[in-house]
């Protein structure tokens, strides 16, 4: 069974970075494209970042586009979020996620880590 792993959330201040990891276990897996998403208490779901498991045509939300970047480490079947200047706005549990499709949509996507809490102070 294929897992996805998130890890590198945490409470931070405003303007600052945080780097998030979500690292597949379990038997290989290659899907073709790796999202992350986001949801702040209330809200939906909302896209992030994508990219191709070869690298190619990372895409991000106009929100946190020149901010944030999305890379992956095909030898050790990660994906990153490199965030920074963060805002108070960012605050939300991070999801990884993987699919087939390219996609903004959650509902596109098959498999989900149990996300991690990134917190922002103003």
């Known amino acids: 069974q294929v897992q996805l792993v998130e890890s590198g959330g945490g409470l931070v201040q405003a303007g600052d970075s945080l780097r998030l990891s979500c690292a597949a276990s379990?038997?290989?897996?290659?899907?073709?494209?790796r999202g992350w998403f986001r949801q702040a208490p209330g809200k939906e779901r909302e896209f992030v970042a994508r990219i191709y498991w070869s690298g190619d045509m990372p895409y991000y939300a106009d929100s946190v586009k020149g901010r944030f970047t999305i890379s992956r480490d095909a030898a050790k079947n990660t994906v990153y979020l490199q965030m920074n200047s963060l805002k108070p706005e960012d605050t939300a549990v991070y999801y990884c996620?993987?699919?087939?499709?390219?996609?903004?949509?959650?509902?596109?996507?098959?498999?989900w880590g149990q996300g991690t809490q990134v917190t922002v102070s103003s």
């Open positions: 996620a993987a699919g087939y499709s390219r996609s903004s949509y959650p509902r596109d996507y098959d498999l």
């Open positions: 379990g038997r290989t897996f290659s899907s073709s494209v």
